[in-house]
């Protein structure tokens, strides 16, 4: 492809009429208020379309602008972000909302978005673009994707020499009328056509244009990373019942901020059971008794992967319900005596979800035990 301006122009035109016919109706495509466009582009980084449209729509209702998302409660965020992941967003959501309710009004520079907590170039651009008209391209994988093939680069995706190139091959293609809609019309090509492993060159508008079409292999670029040898952390955990609520505490493992049953690390040679005990007592100053395993669980952040020994127990002695919701035992750790229903009111992660499923499933089996039959498997 030619890198004149008749042929940047050619190829924003081709993008523009085949962005009007095909684009999806998508619940932020009918604003341009800063801070619901920021939330969508913030909430779709790593998560899809389908996930995000109904979670947004309930953010938004929750959090209806900025001051609103500036004054709540972080732990409330979090809540309302439960199940999406990546919780460092949330948080610095909450950082730049303060920002911003503070100065009065979004910045309106890329330099200004750029400032704000959690925003970067692809962000700022995104804002930028769509809602105060500024012609800078908003450079995401799926764009990384379409200009690596469009101009033949087998380029490592993640790079940050790629990332670099592909703003300076898009910059002169951002036209100054509707930026916001150009930007949106490449990520939407790479995201419904141009795809990673089986792009459907046939329907796309750049078809003649393209040197990885033509080269007849366009899945070949650009060049994925070699995916990293993830980590196994094996971990051991304790479910605990008062009354009918089940003793928790502010997660510092995985994610910190959520409420999770606690979690101890296991090194090599040591017996979950073990660990379990130490920790429980430390955590809680009780001896966990009757230890019975629950179930093993899987459960992945990043590249990280946790391997997880779920067990219940008793306390030694009975302990009287908390009083306060969240109060410290005079351990470094602050405990909460929540209900199942209450946990998915909290700030929780996806591993919570997994250890009430166990927990369930292993009282079910154990309510179908004979009376006379014992403990079951012996703790390790
Ligand atoms: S022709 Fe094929 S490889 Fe090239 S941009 Fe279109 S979908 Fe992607």
């Known amino acids: 492809m030619e890198g004149s301006r008749e042929s940047a122009r050619d190829v924003s035109r081709r993008l523009a009429y085949w962005y009007r016919a095909h684009k999806r109706v998508l619940p932020w495509r009918r604003t341009n208020d800063p801070y619901a466009i920021w939330l969508s582009e913030v909430m779709l980084q790593q998560t899809t379309v389908e996930v995000i449209a109904p979670r947004w729509e309930r953010f938004l209702s929750r959090f209806p602008s900025v001051e609103a998302l500036a004054r709540a409660p972080e732990r409330e ?34 330099e200004g978005l750029k400032a ?22 908003a450079v995401d994988g799926n764009v990384v994707r379409v200009f690596c093939r469009l101009h033949g680069l087998r380029l490592e995706a993640k790079a940050p020499a790629t990332l670099a190139r592909v703003r300076a091959l898009a910059r002169p293609l951002v036209p100054a009328r509707n930026p916001g809609g150009h930007n949106q019309a490449v990520m939407e090509l790479g995201a419904l056509v141009c795809t990673p492993r ?24 650009p060049r994925r ?28 493992t995985l994610v910190k901020g ?19 005990r130490r920790g429980w007592e430390r955590v809680v100053r009780r001896s966990a008794i009757s230890l019975e395993a629950v179930a093993t669980l899987r459960h992945s952040v990043l590249e990280r992967r ?5 067990f219940t127990f008793k306390e030694e002695s009975p302990v009287p319900p908390l009083r306060r919701p969240l109060a410290a035992l005079g351990s470094e750790q602050k405990i909460i005596l929540l209900s199942p229903l209450q946990i998915t009111r909290h700030a929780h992660g996806g591993l919570m979800l997994k250890v009430l499923a166990a927990w369930r499933a292993h009282r079910a089996v154990v309510r179908r035990r004979p009376k006379e039959s014992g403990r079951g498997e012996q703790p390790r």
């Open 225 to 252: 990373p070699r995916p990293a040898t993830p980590k196994t952390i094996h971990l051991v955990a304790g479910i605990v019942e008062r009354g009918k609520k089940i003793l928790l505490v502010e997660d510092k």
């Open 258 to 276: 959520h409420v999770c049953v606690p979690l101890f690390p296991v090194r090599g040679g040591q017996r979950s059971a073990n660990v379990l």
């Open 198 to 221: 089986a792009p459907r060159c046939g329907a796309c508008p750049l078809r003649t244009l393209c040197r990885a079409a033509a080269s007849g292999k366009p899945e070949g670029f």
């Open 116 to 137: 704000l907590p959690g925003v970067g170039s692809y962000t700022a651009a995104a804002v930028g673009s769509i809602c105060f008209g500024i012609p800078e391209p």
């Open 77 to 110: 965020i979090l809540a309302e972000w439960s199940g999406l992941g990546y919780y460092a967003r949330a948080r610095n959501l909450h950082r730049a909302a303060k920002d911003v309710a503070l100065a009065g009004a979004f910045p309106r520079t890329l």
């Open 306 to 310: 946790y391997l997880i020994s779920l």
